[in-house]
C-alpha cells in the first residue's frame, strides 16, 4: 500500500519559516513526481511547487525566491522549506506523489497525481 505522509506545519508569525516533509512508503522512489498543494478556506486547491525525476519543476509565482522543493531519495522523503512566510500562505497543505514522471505542462495540475497525504495547515500569523 502507498502511503504519504506530510509533516511540519504549525503556527508561526509573518516573517519566520517552516519545513514541511513528506514521507512516502510503498513504492520505489525512482521514477517519480511529487508536488506540494495548498487549500485555504472557501479556495481551490492550488500548486505550490512540484518537482519530477527528469528534472521538471514547477513554482507558483506567489512562493517563486521564498520556497524551495527538494527530494531526498534515499530516505523516500520530499521536503519543502518555506521562507519568509506571509498570513496569504494560510492553508492546509497537501503532499502529492506519482510514480511516473509527469510532463512539465502538467505537474501543477491536482489531476495527475495518484497518491496524496491527508495535509497539515499552515498558520501565519500577521
Known amino acids: 500500500e502507498v502511503q504519504v505522509v506530510e509533516s511540519g506545519g504549525g503556527l508561526v508569525q509573518a516573517g519566520m519559516s517552516l519545513t514541511l516533509s513528506c514521507v512516502t512508503s510503498?513504492?520505489?522512489?525512482?521514477?517519480?513526481?511529487i508536488g506540494w498543494f495548498r487549500q485555504a478556506p472557501g479556495k481551490e486547491r492550488e500548486a505550490v511547487s512540484c518537482v519530477s525525476s527528469d528534472g521538471g519543476t514547477y513554482y507558483a509565482g506567489s512562493v517563486k525566491g521564498r520556497f524551495a522543493i527538494s527530494v531526498d531519495k534515499s530516505k523516500n522523503t520530499a521536503y519543502l522549506p518555506m521562507d519568509s512566510l506571509k498570513p496569504a500562505d494560510t492553508a492546509v497543505y497537501y503532499c502529492?506523489?506519482?510514480?511516473?514522471?509527469?510532463?512539465?505542462?502538467?505537474?501543477?495540475?491536482?489531476?495527475?497525481?495518484?497518491?496524496w497525504g491527508k495535509g497539515t495547515q499552515v498558520t501565519v500569523s500577521s
Open positions: 502529492a506523489a506519482n510514480w511516473v514522471t509527469i510532463i512539465s505542462v502538467a505537474l501543477r495540475a491536482p489531476w495527475a497525481y495518484d497518491h
Open positions: 510503498g513504492f520505489p522512489f525512482e521514477s517519480y513526481t
